[in-house]
Nanobody, 115 residues
């Protein structure tokens, strides 16, 4: 029932920007914290940002001041604005909702930062 569909990834040059979107369905979107995570090649998945139902945002130290998470409850969508991108930001980016003691994940969207 829970469905999360990411979009907006692609190839971007260092210093560029991307805006990722995650369309959610199958649950009461406005009641839950939403989050973004990423997994780089050969590395474990890591948390990037989260936003509560009330709109309070938190970030990993590595992306503070660089990424911004927002949500639009009317559209059941959470966004990740990524600025000043660096090659080390290259990863598959996933959105997630935490409910019933587990994360539900989308399929992910590839972000590649390269010149």
């Amino acid at each position: 029932q829970v469905q999360l569909v990411e979009s907006g990834g692609g190839l971007v040059q260092p210093g560029g920007s991307l805006r990722l979107s995650c369309a959610a369905s199958g649950f009461t979107f406005s009641s839950y914290t939403m989050s973004w995570h990423r997994q780089a090649p050969g590395k474990e998945r890591e948390s990037v940002a989260a936003i509560t139902n009330a709109g309070s945002a938190s970030y990993a130290d590595s992306v503070k001041g660089q990424f911004t998470i927002t949500r639009d409850n009317a559209k059941n969508t959470v966004y990740l604005q990524m600025n000043s991108l660096k090659p080390e930001d290259t990863a598959v980016y996933y959105c997630a909702v935490y409910r019933s003691l587990r994360h539900y994940w989308g399929q992910g969207t590839q972000v590649t930062v390269s010149s």
